[in-house]
């Protein structure tokens, strides 16, 4: 159902970058050449994506939901934007895995560039708590692998407020927001 490869040709990715299988159940987004800090990795991130509620994914079909409930962004508090139904071709930032020392961070609601210079090889990671608060129970990370010495092992509701340091700038809008309010 999820045609994966070959992607066309597109503006809004990063040549440099590719998706891998990493094991049968994983795949992975690696950097085919050396890209430098800042630099762009994917714009419009969710273009072509669809915007649900929670309660509208719990609803789904349970192959599509599990699509959803996996891809999709929290890009507004309690409605997530993923893949749709009717066209789920998934784009290469829907397979970036989560570190919790990530080598790339949302620099807007839609756009991921690199937080560090990132070598020919390497795997592309993002801090998932940046970008979700609300997790589903079928995305939650409880055993995380990514062997960093700043590994918290499971990612939770209230990481967004722990790491707002480390990430400050690099949330999405509205949990930048709850961040401010919360400083007050
Ligand atoms: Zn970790």
């Given amino acids: 159902m999820n045609k994966i490869f070959p992607y066309p040709p597109d503006p809004r990715i990063n040549k ?3 998706v891998r299988e990493i094991s049968l159940k994983f795949k992975g987004i690696f950097a085919t050449e050396g890209i430098k800090k800042g630099e762009i990795l994917f714009t419009n991130w969710n273009e072509g994506c669809v915007l649900r509620s929670r309660e509208e994914i719990q609803k789904l079909p349970p192959a599509y939901r599990l699509v959803m409930e996996t891809y999709s962004t929290e890009l507004f508090e309690n409605k997530y934007m993923g893949p749709s139904e009717e066209d789920p071709l998934l784009l290469p930032g829907h397979f970036i895995n989560h570190s ?19 070598e020919k090889g390497e795997q ?7 970008f979700v608060v609300n997790f589903f129970e079928s995305s939650r990370i409880t055993n995380c692998l990514c062997g960093t010495a700043l590994c918290r092992r ?7 407020l722990r790491m707002r340091k480390m990430y400050k ?16």
């Fill in 169 to 184: 700038g690099h949330f999405l809008g509205w949990i930048e927001k709850k961040i401010e309010q919360r400083e007050l």
């Fill in 154 to 160: 499971e990612v939770k509701e209230k990481d967004w």
């Fill in 100 to 118: 919790c020392d990530p080598n790339a961070w949302l620099i807007s609601d839609h756009d991921v560039a690199a937080r560090d210079d990132i």
């Fill in 16 to 18: 440099k970058i590719e």
């Fill in 124 to 130: 592309i990671t993002i801090d998932y708590a940046t």
